[in-house]
């Protein structure tokens, strides 16, 4: 129903390589906000895509919003330590106000 | 203020106490969400407010549960009859509009029900 489904849950990477994490919905969203918490901290808003099959790029960082608006990717291209932290997929809605959280994917970083 | 504030930021109870929790938005934002983090855990949304009203309050655990905003500014989580499954991160979060625009959280109420 109004749940997002991230994955993985957890990702160790070496320094350098790349990584990306996932994020679905069974149903179509009005749009999706990227946000990442680093330990012991608060989320941070990364990025909000809304047109279908959107791609913004942040550094390193590239996001993704699917053609069926569905589905969105969050991929960060060689890996540093700074990256570590667990990285949050939402759904907003301007109708039911509500912004709902995915689980998230933490990111462990090997120097 | 220049962000959410949060208060306390930490707060340690006896099981069977009520605590009150205390969220000011960033000046101007319409929207207020409230979520409980657990250790390692995700977000749990608990309630929203559009204004003062909270159109959605199926997110609230339990009736021990509530929350209220005044004058479209600071807003309160209450728990009533605490208990250690209360235990977690209390967040809040502002936004200008209600799920369409970036939320900024607050550091966070970290609770310990003992």
């Known amino acids: 129903g109004q749940q997002v489904m991230q994955i993985p849950q957890y990702q160790h990477v070496q320094e350098g390589e790349d990584f990306t994490t996932y994020c679905n919905s069974s149903?179509?969203?009005?749009?999706i906000q990227w946000y990442k918490q680093r330990p012991g901290g608060h989320p941070v808003f990364l990025i909000q895509l809304v047109k279908s099959g959107e791609v913004k790029k942040q550094k390193r960082l590239t996001f993704q919003f699917g053609e069926a608006k569905k589905n969105s990717s969050l991929h960060i291209t060689a890996t540093q330590t700074t990256d570590v932290g667990t990285y949050f997929c939402a759904k907003g809605s301007g109708n039911t106000g509500k912004l709902i959280f995915g689980q998230g994917t933490t990111l462990q970083v090997k120097p | 203020g220049a962000g959410v504030s949060q208060s306390p930021s930490n707060k340690v109870t006896e099981k069977g106490k009520d605590v009150e929790l205390r969220c000011d938005p960033i000046s101007g934002h319409t929207a207020l969400y409230w979520y409980r983090q657990s250790l390692g855990q995700g977000l749990e949304f608990l309630i929203y407010f559009q204004g003062n009203s909270a159109p959605d309050k199926s997110g609230l655990p339990s009736d021990r549960f509530s929350a209220e905003r005044t004058g479209g500014s600071v807003s309160t989580l209450t728990i009533q009859r605490t208990q250690q499954e209360d235990s977690a991160v209390y967040l809040c979060?502002?936004?200008?509009?209600?799920?369409?625009?970036?939320?900024?959280f607050g550091q966070g109420t970290r609770l310990t029900v003992v």
């Open positions: 979060a502002s936004s200008r509009d209600r799920g369409i625009t970036e939320a900024f």
């Open positions: 149903t179509t969203l009005s749009n």
